[in-house]
Structure formats: C-alpha cells, structure tokens
C-alpha cells in the first residue's frame, strides 16, 4: 500500500504535462540572464503563462470530457481514451509555442526545448493509434534530454540557487543530471507499480522523449 501511494504521487507529481513548466524553471534557475532577468521571479510571467496553457486548461479540459462521459476514466489506461484528450492537449501546446516562437524575449533554448515537446506529444500520439505508449516516459525523457543540451551549450558547470536560512548553495548541472536520471527511473518503476505499463511502453516512451529534445535542437540552432 505504502508503495501504491508512492508511486501515485511521483506519477502526479511528474504528471506529463507539468514537464515543459519544469523545463522552464530549470532553465531560470541555471542561468536567467537568458530570458533578460536576474531571477527565477522576474521569469514568473513565462512560467505562469505556461504552465496554465500546458497543464492547467488542458487538465480541466479532460476533466470536462470525463464529466461528459466522452471518455470513461483519468487514467486513460487504453489506447482509444486518449485520441481526444491527445488532440485538446496539441491544440494548447502548439498555440502556446506559436507564442513563444514569436516572441523576441523567449531565447532559443526554451523555444527548443518547448519543440521538442510538441514534436514528442505527435509521435506519442501516433504510435498511440497502434500500440500503447508511457507518457510519464516520454516526458521525463525530454526533461533528461533538455539538461544534457544545457549542459553542452551552457558557458557554466555550476548555478546558484538561494535556499532561505541555507543562503545560496551551489550546484553542479552533473548534479542535476544524476538527480533526474535517478527521478526518470522511480518514474518508471512507479508506472510499473501501478500496473499502467509494461516495460516496452517505458523504454519506447523514453527514448521517444530524449530523441526529440536533440531532433528540435538541430531545427532551431
């Protein structure tokens, strides 16, 4: 049970959905001046942007399909449940990084990370029609994939972060790396706990979500 409940709360709390908000806020973290601020609060605005058009609306509006009865759970544990909340959530992602695209104040780092996340949303999608995909995998595959491209194209190994009473702490983006390395697995095992996936959605998923990290990089640099 205790397990059960673990699993369900690194599933919520690594939903797909918040992964391009929290692509955002690490990129603040490790170095803001890319968005024209000194701090994650002067970003707020981006994030706060995103984060409703990414997870917010699109959430209510698949809650609004399960008050319909158009689809017959949250989990959407088969294939044919998730074509409509597929379609709505591409929908938000693809005017929301319309947007940012366009947007001179936006650096290309996110605008990358952002594509990869729409690229990897369409291939998801289309390997939902035949077969059954983890979308918790593919999203922290992309969040992996986004910090091995900061680490190459950053111009440092380490960023500050201000931690209260603890004052600023250094921390290595190796650091990081591992931390999310290790969080992409208890993801996975999570998935698996829950008995939503079978290994193979995993791995697919995963790779679908780190490839398109680098895919989105090459169109945009």
Known sequence: MLLRGLAYFFSVIFHPLLIVTY?????LLVDPYLFG???VQGGMRNVLMVFFSTFLIPSISVLLMKALKLIPSLELRNAEDRIGPFIVTAVFYLSTFYLMYRS???PVAFKAC??????????AFFITLFSKISLHAVGMGGLLGMIIVTIFRANL??????????GMIE???FSLLAVTILLSG???TSRLLLDAHEPKDLYGGFLVGLATQFIALSFLT
Do not use: E, K
Request: a neutral charge; charged letters at 0%; hydrophobic letters at 65%.
């Open 171 to 173: 921390i290595s983006l």
């Open 186 to 188: 208890i993801v996975g």
């Open 157 to 166: 190994a380490t960023f500050l972060i201000y931690a209260g009473s603890f």
């Open 37 to 39: 601020t000194n701090s």
């Open 104 to 106: 001179p104040n936006i």
């Open 114 to 123: 952002f594509l990869g996340a729409v690229i990897g949303l369409f291939i």
């Open 23 to 27: 692509m955002l806020l690490i990129l």
